[in-house]
């Protein structure tokens, strides 16, 4: 259970840093996500994420592609930073749908 949601936790957080990567944020700043902002879209682990999240449902194996990003989690208590994250998903999966997949 504990690695579930250590898991979930990489994936959430992976998820809205990328979409802070491609997006211009609206909200106040946490410094932690504006400084990966730039460079998250291009991590190797991020792109797997969205890569293999199309393939419903979303397994485990898919959700530990986020586990390096798991320092960046608080970043999802923003609003702005959520809407952000389900647009570069582009419909791939939703910030809500990986929560259901990877929390269980």
């Known amino acids: 259970m504990a690695n579930r949601r250590t898991v979930a936790a990489g994936v959430l957080a992976a998820l809205l840093v990328i979409g802070l990567a491609t997006q211009t944020a609206h909200a ?3 410094p ?6 730039d460079t ?15 393939k419903k449902p979303i397994s485990v194996e898919c959700c530990r592609n986020l586990l390096p990003l798991a320092e ?9 930073y959520r809407s952000q994250v389900n647009g570069w998903l582009g ?6 749908e990986a929560q259901k997949a990877c929390l269980g």
Do not use: H, M, W
């Not at 932690?32 to 902002?37: D, G, L, N, T």
């Not at 998250?40 to 199309?54: D, E, H, L, V, Y």
């Not at 960046?72 to 702005?80: G, H, R, S, V």
């Not at 419909?91 to 809500?96: H, P, R, Y």
């Open 28 to 30: 106040a700043t946490i």
């Open 32 to 37: 932690k996500c504006e400084a990966v902002r």
């Open 40 to 54: 998250i879209a291009g991590n190797p682990s991020a792109q797997a994420f969205k890569a293999c999240a199309g």
């Open 72 to 80: 960046y989690q608080d970043c999802l208590a923003q609003p702005e």
């Open 91 to 96: 419909g791939v999966t939703t910030v809500e």
